[in-house]
């Protein structure tokens, strides 16, 4: 349950871009946490596949029907585990790109944060996602975290050859954002905006972003926003508090937040293709 405080309905329905729902913290209590988005209108998900397990997980999940929920998934593999990389996890994202409940390819790019795999096995796993891509024609689900020069080199390379890319979780400094967006690239936006310690020049930058290459996401379980009302036992994010993350945004912008939620959810449904495929969920 969420606080009553928590409790907010969205004033236009939202897409989730990015939801962790595979996280073994949403095992126990899925079903109450996909409810609990649907009352607060946010009633499309995109899951995020980010290595064989998840990306199973997630396939099994947009094969249910969720009351009011459309359910659908990324396939790639994360920078985190980009060793895992071979000709057979290859062919895996090849094929499950297939599927029509895939409506992305990723969630694959660069982190040079947390390094936890060498920046050149990174890029060649990047750069075989990039090949994915290009050949399926799906969009990019792009993961980018201290590495905007490399990535920005790299999908420069790329871009007549892949269709549609959103840098999701965009936490950079504003030259690498217009590098994105020189790009045509969307740009994904969390409650790392809503968190004073760090997300103050995003708070501005913004203000940048065209409304019609503008998504949002939760990340969930993971970037608890930090302007709730109310505190959240376990500090675990979740779908349902999206609409928390679209007023901030908002108010950077000086906009209604019908508007930005109309706008968003446009956004990322074109994007994503979800008005081309059949729902699941």
Not at 14 to 37: C, K, P, Q, W, Y
Not at 128 to 144: K, N, V, Y
Request: charged share 25%; with cysteine; aromatic share 6%.
């Amino acid at each position: 349950m969420l606080p009553d405080a928590l409790q907010f309905t969205s004033p236009a329905p939202l897409v989730d871009i990015g939801a962790n729902l595979t996280h073994e913290s949403f095992e126990a209590d899925l079903e109450d946490v996909l409810t609990r988005a649907r009352q607060a209108n946010v009633t499309t998900l995109i899951l995020t596949g980010t290595d064989r397990e998840h990306i199973q997980a997630a396939l099994t999940l947009c094969e249910h029907e969720h009351d009011g929920v459309e359910l659908y998934t990324t396939a790639g593999v994360h920078p985190h585990h980009a060793d895992q990389w071979d000709a057979s996890m290859a062919e895996y994202v090849r094929q499950v790109l297939a599927q029509p409940s895939t409506v992305a390819a990723g969630e694959c790019g660069l982190d040079y944060h947390r390094d936890l795999m060498p920046r050149s096995v990174q890029r060649r796993t990047f750069e075989a996602q990039l090949e994915l891509a290009a050949e399926s024609g799906q969009p990019l689900f792009l993961h980018e975290r201290e590495a905007g020069h490399d990535m920005l080199e790299m999908l420069r390379y790329w871009r007549d050859d892949i269709t549609r890319a959103v840098v999701h979780c965009f936490t950079g400094e504003r030259a690498t954002l217009h590098g994105y967006l020189d790009l045509d690239l969307h740009i994904g936006q969390t409650g790392w905006l809503c968190d004073e310690r760090r997300g103050q020049h995003l708070r501005e930058a913004v203000n940048d972003i065209p409304l019609n290459r503008l998504m949002v996401e939760t990340d969930c379980p993971y970037l608890l926003p930090r302007n709730l009302p109310a505190k959240l036992k376990g500090r675990r994010h979740e779908p349902a508090l999206l609409p928390w993350i679209v007023r901030e945004i908002a108010a950077c912008r000086g906009m209604e937040e019908a508007e930005l939620a109309s706008a968003t959810t446009k956004t990322a449904r074109r994007f994503f293709g979800l008005d081309e495929v059949i729902p699941h969920g």
